[in-house]
Protein backbone atom coordinates (compact mmCIF):
# COMPACT_ATOMS: atom_id res chain seq x y z
CA UNK A 1 0.00 0.00 0.00
CA UNK A 2 1.39 3.46 -1.05
CA UNK A 3 1.72 6.14 1.41
CA UNK A 4 2.95 9.60 0.97
CA UNK A 5 3.12 11.78 4.17
CA UNK A 6 3.76 15.17 4.22
CA UNK A 7 5.52 17.28 7.20
CA UNK A 8 7.14 20.76 8.20
CA UNK A 9 4.46 23.07 6.80
CA UNK A 10 3.89 26.26 9.19
CA UNK A 11 3.10 29.76 9.51
CA UNK A 12 6.44 31.87 8.35
CA UNK A 13 7.04 35.53 7.91
CA UNK A 14 7.78 36.71 4.49
CA UNK A 15 11.47 36.25 3.26
CA UNK A 16 11.32 33.41 5.49
CA UNK A 17 12.42 29.50 4.79
CA UNK A 18 10.37 26.28 5.05
CA UNK A 19 12.03 22.71 4.28
CA UNK A 20 8.69 20.52 3.81
CA UNK A 21 9.15 16.43 4.07
CA UNK A 22 7.31 13.67 2.46
CA UNK A 23 7.74 10.29 3.43
CA UNK A 24 7.30 7.53 1.25
CA UNK A 25 5.97 3.86 2.01
CA UNK A 26 5.11 1.20 -0.89
CA UNK A 27 6.92 2.66 -3.58
CA UNK A 28 10.43 2.98 -4.78
CA UNK A 29 12.26 5.93 -6.53
CA UNK A 30 14.04 3.97 -8.81
CA UNK A 31 10.23 3.63 -10.50
CA UNK A 32 8.43 6.84 -10.08
CA UNK A 33 8.61 10.56 -10.21
CA UNK A 34 7.91 12.65 -7.16
CA UNK A 35 6.65 15.99 -6.83
CA UNK A 36 5.18 18.47 -5.26
CA UNK A 37 2.26 20.18 -6.00
CA UNK A 38 0.50 23.25 -3.92
CA UNK A 39 -3.72 24.51 -3.94
CA UNK A 40 -4.11 28.04 -2.49
CA UNK A 41 -8.23 28.63 -1.81
CA UNK A 42 -10.01 29.06 -4.47
CA UNK A 43 -7.28 28.16 -6.64
CA UNK A 44 -6.59 25.12 -8.70
CA UNK A 45 -3.90 22.69 -8.03
CA UNK A 46 -0.39 23.35 -9.67
CA UNK A 47 2.72 22.31 -10.34
CA UNK A 48 5.72 23.21 -7.95
CA UNK A 49 8.62 21.40 -8.67
CA UNK A 50 9.23 17.21 -9.63
CA UNK A 51 12.25 15.31 -9.48
CA UNK A 52 12.17 12.53 -12.19
CA UNK A 53 13.09 8.91 -11.51
CA UNK A 54 16.50 9.15 -12.98
CA UNK A 55 16.84 12.25 -10.25
CA UNK A 56 16.06 15.09 -13.06
CA UNK A 57 14.75 18.12 -11.31
CA UNK A 58 11.88 20.34 -13.23
CA UNK A 59 10.16 23.68 -11.53
CA UNK A 60 7.40 25.88 -12.28
CA UNK A 61 8.60 29.40 -13.22
CA UNK A 62 7.77 31.07 -10.10
CA UNK A 63 9.09 28.80 -8.06
CA UNK A 64 12.71 28.46 -9.87
CA UNK A 65 15.30 29.93 -7.81
CA UNK A 66 13.52 29.88 -4.37
CA UNK A 67 12.44 26.24 -4.49
CA UNK A 68 14.69 23.10 -4.51
CA UNK A 69 13.31 19.44 -4.19
CA UNK A 70 15.33 16.60 -3.28
CA UNK A 71 15.10 13.32 -2.17
CA UNK A 72 16.95 10.91 0.17
CA UNK A 73 16.80 7.69 -1.48
CA UNK A 74 18.14 5.91 2.21
CA UNK A 75 15.11 7.61 3.74
CA UNK A 76 12.70 7.08 0.91
CA UNK A 77 11.63 11.03 1.75
CA UNK A 78 11.24 13.89 -0.65
CA UNK A 79 11.80 17.36 0.54
CA UNK A 80 10.90 20.81 -0.57
CA UNK A 81 13.07 23.60 0.11
CA UNK A 82 11.28 26.85 0.33
CA UNK A 83 13.20 30.09 0.75
CA UNK A 84 12.25 33.95 0.17
CA UNK A 85 8.62 33.07 0.69
CA UNK A 86 5.83 35.27 -0.58
CA UNK A 87 2.25 35.61 0.53
CA UNK A 88 1.71 34.62 -2.31
CA UNK A 89 2.84 31.29 -1.66
CA UNK A 90 0.04 31.09 0.97
CA UNK A 91 -1.78 27.13 0.13
CA UNK A 92 -1.73 23.73 0.88
CA UNK A 93 1.22 21.58 -0.31
CA UNK A 94 1.14 17.97 -1.73
CA UNK A 95 3.20 15.50 -2.36
CA UNK A 96 2.77 13.33 -5.46
CA UNK A 97 4.36 10.02 -6.73
CA UNK A 98 3.43 9.08 -10.65
CA UNK A 99 4.69 5.59 -11.70
CA UNK A 100 6.89 5.91 -14.65
CA UNK A 101 5.40 2.97 -16.60
CA UNK A 102 1.92 2.30 -15.42
CA UNK A 103 1.54 6.31 -14.69
CA UNK A 104 -0.23 5.13 -10.98
CA UNK A 105 -0.45 8.56 -9.46
CA UNK A 106 -0.64 8.72 -5.54
CA UNK A 107 -1.44 12.19 -3.30
CA UNK A 108 -0.05 13.07 0.34
CA UNK A 109 -2.88 14.36 2.61
CA UNK A 110 -0.98 18.27 2.21
CA UNK A 111 0.43 20.54 4.98
CA UNK A 112 -0.62 23.57 5.03
CA UNK A 113 2.37 26.40 4.19
CA UNK A 114 1.07 29.85 5.10
CA UNK A 115 3.16 32.86 4.53
CA UNK A 116 1.92 36.50 6.39
CA UNK A 117 3.19 39.55 5.28
Known amino acids: QVQLVESGGGLVQAGGSLRLSCAASGITFSLNAMGWYRQAPGKQRELVAT???????TYAYSMKGRFTISRDVAKNTVYLQMNSLEPEDTAVYYC???????????WGQGTQVTVSS
Open 51 to 57: ISSGGTT
Open 96 to 106: NARHRITTDMY
